[in-house]
């Protein structure tokens, strides 16, 4: 379980197409070239890899000419497994190469798979892709903090800082441990004060102190509303000592879990969860749970696995009307909240931006329930309080500045095309209903750990496009 190699590749205006780092592993170059024999494909020189890169993402520049190979709505990317073409279709591939996209940041490795090319392995079958994953995962965090979008000097900091990290997290290529989160630079180990501790040369840190199990279930909810409901996906589960088993719980009328990831450190685990995937709509025999992880943990915080859920309602359903006037905008929200969901957010914001105006001029805008906080340099309001009804609403009117004074341009929010963004997080609540016991956490040592489960719903790319517009959306392949 290697990684042949390393890039962190930046798509931002100006510099899409830059490579910030990257790190290539002869030793476990040479393995690959003895496994695959004739069928071995070697990895280009740096300067070629990002342009194969965007192009698989899709990430191009707009003002280049259009390319169906490239940018057929219908090769949208679900995995984050993507195949490398090197010499156009039909020829060289590099597969299967893991992408990670954060903010202006992707961060992608390359696997080594030890198996024969083809026929290829099923992806839930390899090792290696679930720890290379893992390890993007922490070079994620390590890299864009908990904020996700640092500071330009800081990220260069954190770059400058990456080669000493792989040192410690992927020494020759074989990934141990994620990096420390929130860009934490490793520091020598202090001796401790009873005496000389045995500890691996990889480890950052010597634990101290009682033993503690933490488990945080966290659901992060995507939603794509235009005039009608969507549906939402992508939930996270992240947890943090000797063996432990943890278990995945569902209400008796829940959907099953699907596309689950594991962290490396799991040591066995039931092979019909592996083999659940988000394609097979309306599967009856899909796995239900409950789904038990085994695991030996490091020291760290570390992500034990992630997982899909279909979901039928999103928690917040949205209406956005936009209509343009002379100078002004008359703008009608109405928000409801879905009885599943507890009235208990640590906060809610609606972001509603108007991009490609002038500078905002009055508001005569009144909202039901909750504060009106208006940006005029960007040209967006919003902070929500749901009241005993669940329905929070807001209308008005909305001027703008005449003369050639801009404010924040989007070449995609053009006309009426506009949309709101919901920010929240609620405490205690998972959508699908998923939860982790504390009584179910089992724990093979001598030494009793103290066990603590926490469990948040959180948006994640929660939209709402304005029903009176042309909203970006699509109603899937038409078979005929």
């Known amino acids: 379980m290697s990684i042949r190699a390393l890039w962190v590749v930046s798509h931002e205006k100006g510099e899409s197409g830059k490579v910030r780092f990257s790190r290539r592993f002869p030793t476990v170059e040479l393995r690959a070239k003895s496994l695959a024999g004739t069928q071995y494909v070697a990895i280009p020189e740096d300067c070629v890899i990002p342009k194969l890169l965007l192009t698989e993402l899709g990430l191009v520049d707009a003002d280049k000419p259009y390319v169906e190979v490239r940018g057929d709505c219908a090769r949208h990317h679900r995995s984050l497994a993507v195949e490398l073409r090197l010499d156009g279709p039909g020829g060289r591939t590099l597969w299967p190469l893991l992408t990670v996209t954060q903010g202006a940041l992707i961060l992608a490795c390359l696997p080594l798979v030890e198996a024969p090319p083809e026929p290829r392995p099923p992806l839930p079958s390899l090792a290696s892709v679930s720890q290379g994953l893992a390890l993007l995962s922490g070079l994620q965090d390590f890299l864009c903090g908990p904020g996700g979008k640092p500071e330009p000097d800081v990220l260069a900091s954190r770059l400058a800082a990456l080669p000493s990290v792989l040192l410690q997290v992927c020494p020759l290529g074989r990934p141990l441990d994620t990096p420390l989160p929130a860009g934490s630079v490793p520091a020598a180990v202090a001796p401790s004060p009873g005496g000389a501790q045995k500890q691996p040369a990889w480890k950052a840190v010597v634990h101290q102190g009682r033993a503690v199990v933490s488990v945080a279930l966290t659901e992060k909810v995507r939603s794509m509303q235009y005039g009608k409901s969507s549906q939402q996906d992508i939930w996270d589960v992240y947890g943090v000592l000797p063996n432990v088993t943890i278990t995945l719980t569902l209400p008796h009328n829940g959907s099953p879990l699907q596309d689950i990831l594991v962290h490396p450190c799991v040591t066995s685990l039931n092979a019909s969860i592996l083999t659940t995937c988000s394609v097979d709509e309306n599967d009856g025999s899909a796995f239900s749970g409950p789904y038990k992880f085994p695991f030996s943990p490091p020291l760290e915080l570390f992500r034990l696995c992630s997982y899909t859920s279909q979901v039928p309602v999103p928690p917040i359903l949205g209406s956005y009307q936009l209509k343009a006037e002379e100078n002004h905008l008359k703008v009608n929200v109405v928000l409801k909240l879905h009885e599943s969901v507890k009235n208990s957010f640590e906060y809610c914001e609606a972001h509603i931006p108007f991009f490609n105006q002038n500078l905002m ?105 304005n029903s009176t517009g042309d909203a970006p959306v699509s109603s899937g392949l038409m078979m005929l």
């Open 361 to 465: 001029g009055s508001v005569e805008v009144k909202v039901s329930s909750g504060q009106l906080e208006v940006s005029k340099e960007k040209n967006w309001f919003g902070s929500l309080k749901f009241p005993k009804s669940r329905e929070a609403t807001l209308e008005g009117t909305v001027h703008f500045f005449s003369g050639t004074v801009a404010g924040p341009t989007d070449p995609l929010c053009t006309g009426l095309t506009a949309y709101i963004k919901l920010y929240f997080r609620v405490p205690d609540l998972t959508l699908s209903g998923c939860c982790v016991d504390q009584h179910s956490v089992q724990v093979y040592s001598s030494a009793k750990p103290r066990i603590v489960t926490t469990r948040e719903l959180v948006s994640s790319e929660y939209y709402i496009w």
